[in-house]
């Protein structure tokens, strides 16, 4: 059996000493991982509802999406 | 004087002998003066006396052996010397040294002298025809670090933003990524991530159709959205340059970013970002929103 690490691990270098250092996460770290991880799929949502948005539009003007950016052109 | 004499212990006669009997006497004293005497006999031009044993006057004629030093001279680059006696001889270019570093270099036929060590970074190159030590001035693009990094979910420079430069250039190549994370950065100090300040502007472009903008569209505790899918990353490069980070002034950055999705689909996203703060950073890092990344990270540094 694999075992693995369920805790994420980060790499911090310093480029004078060339010390590299691999630790695992603090939770303030994966609290702040997990707050980015929640504002990038809001994100996405909202990126994927405007996508929508915008095709639903297009089908309610009878027009193709050249034809709209020919009109905002 | 004794008799017999001191220290040869050759026989004289006595007060008591008979004036008949001293040429008798003579004869020995005369001989033992003699043997005494015969090693002394012999020899040849430039040969000197050497003691056969230790028997007192045992002695032997014997010749010089060819090669004895009989003086030494001091040439060039040497002092000292002489011809009788200990001699000493001193290698001039060893105490011409003085220094912990020092160079020695020659100023005309037989003569030199010394250079002292140059100060850090430093090179040694030639000005008014002799070798001197002198700073030179940043090229124009100057690799500061390349670092690499595997499966983590973030990624840390330290000292790459420093007073030589003022201007940097970042070249990001991530070649897998283990979830579909929105890559984030943030500059730092010290060690510590600044989380606060970040403001940024992304275009945003699809090969499936349509493009976008959008401001600060990640808050304002780190910068960009660098969008990566773990089924297409293959070798995915972002490009960005920093402007001023080590000043006590708004750092801001641009960057160019491209990505692939598992649908296929092409992303090229122009970005530009700015901390409002005042502080001197000297590092960056990358963070995943999820899962954990692998590649590399060079840090270049302008000259000026």
Known sequence: MIMTKDISQVSEFDAITQEHIVRDMTADEIADMNARKARADLSRENEAKAATDKAALLVRLGITAEEAALLLS | ?304
């Open chain 2, 1 to 304: 004087m004794s008799n017999p004499t001191t220290p040869f212990s050759w026989q004289m006669p006595t007060s008591t002998d008979l004036v008949t009997d001293l040429p008798a006497d003579f004869e020995v004293f005369g001989q033992a003066v003699a043997t005494s005497m015969a090693d002394l006999l012999g020899g040849t031009t430039g040969q000197v006396l050497a003691k056969t044993s230790a028997t007192d006057m045992d002695f032997t004629w014997t010749t010089p052996q060819v090669g004895d030093i009989t003086g030494v001279t001091a040439g060039v680059g040497i002092t000292g010397g002489g011809t009788s006696g200990t001699v000493t001889v001193t290698n001039d270019m060893a105490t011409t040294i003085t220094t912990n570093g020092d160079l020695i270099y020659g100023t005309g036929s037989g003569t030199y002298t010394r250079r002292a060590i140059g100060s850090t970074g430093q090179v040694l190159t030639v000005a008014a025809g002799v070798p001197s030590w002198a700073t030179v001035a940043p090229s124009a693009l100057t690799l500061i670090t390349n670092s690499s990094f595997s499966a983590v979910s973030s990624h840390s420079i330290n000292s790459c933003f420093t007073s030589t430069y003022t201007n940097y250039k970042i070249i990001i190549n991530l070649t897998a990524v283990s979830s579909t994370p929105d890559m984030n950065f943030r500059l730092r100090a010290a060690g510590t991530d600044t989380s606060a300040n970040y403001n940024s502007l992304r275009l945003y472009g699809a090969s499936g159709g349509g493009a976008a903008a959008d401001l600060n569209n990640n808050g304002t505790d780190d910068l960009f959205k660098w969008f990566m899918d773990n089924t297409d990353v293959q070798n995915t490069f972002c490009t960005m340059e920093v402007y001023s980070p080590q000043k006590a002034l708004k750092t801001s950055l641009n960057a160019v970013m491209s990505s692939r999705s598992g649908g296929g689909e092409y992303y090229i996203t122009p970005y530009w970002g700015m901390q409002t703060g005042t502080t001197q950073f000297d590092g960056i890092t990358m963070l995943c929103s999820v899962g954990t990344m692998t590649g590399s990270i060079k840090v270049y540094g302008y000259g000026e």
